[in-house]
């Protein structure tokens, strides 16, 4: 079972969110907040699978509960998936720096949402397509961090890395990759596990904006 933190300040969404994750049966609702400050509290009371929070609330934003409690100070890390309205926002590029699991937009279609829970849980992560290229692409403007050059991190990567990386920039999740390559799911989550640090990045959301931000691949490809 896997269990679901939520934190929303719009009563409808909520209760919207609520109703949706607690029909499927392998998904359990044990937490809903109002606002950030209660988000945190409860994050730490409950030790959830996956929080999924409103990147805008009362109190502590989405992504500042995020930070506490998936960054690295947090003792028992919670995977967090951020629901937002905006699709270009700067609250957005904040989420890919705080190194959450996933991001997705408010009003993508509710098997979306329910895919994105499983698929965080499991350690894979989620990007919305829709948003992906723009996003990440905007973000690339914006910001000069670069972890690892584009040269060395080639460099260090192996060609079926290389080749899982350009993949993940395209917003494919683990399971959509190895159908492409024809390979396990486990070998996937293997193979990026290993790019991460040779990135120096902490989440496939950065590795997709190193990729991004160091030009190996482009938003208009």
């Not at 951020?82 to 937009?105: H, K, Q, S, W």
């Not at 972890?147 to 993940?168: C, M, N, Q, Y």
């Not at 159908?179 to 990026?192: D, F």
Request: net charge negative.
């Amino acid at each position: 079972m896997i269990r679901v933190l939520l934190a929303d300040d719009q009563p409808l969404v909520r209760a919207g969110l609520a109703a949706l994750l607690g029909a499927e049966a392998d998904i359990e609702v044990v937490g809903v907040a109002a606002d950030g400050d209660e988000a945190l509290r409860m994050a730490d009371e409950l030790a959830p699978d996956v929080a999924c929070l409103d990147i805008r609330m009362p109190g502590l934003s989405g992504l500042q509960v995020a930070e506490r409690i998936t960054g690295p100070q947090a003792s028992s890390p919670v995977p967090v998936l951020i629901l937002t309205t905006f699709d270009i926002d700067e609250y957005v590029f904040r989420a890919l720096e705080v190194g959450v699991a996933g991001f997705l937009l408010k009003d993508s279609e509710p098997s979306e949402i329910t895919r994105a829970i499983r698929s965080i849980a499991e350690g894979h992560g989620t990007l919305d397509r829709t948003l992906t290229r723009r996003i990440v692409d905007e973000y690339v403007q914006r910001r000069q961090l670069r972890p690892v050059s584009a040269g060395k991190g080639l460099d260090l990567l192996t060609a079926r890395e290389r080749e899982i990386l350009l993949l993940l920039a395209q917003g494919m999740s683990n399971e959509d990759i190895a159908a492409a390559l024809v390979v396990e799911i486990a070998t996937v989550k293997s193979h990026i596990a290993r790019l991460l640090p040779k990135l120096g990045v902490r989440s496939r959301l950065q590795a997709v904006v190193w990729a991004y931000q160091n030009r190996v691949v482009t938003a208009d490809e």
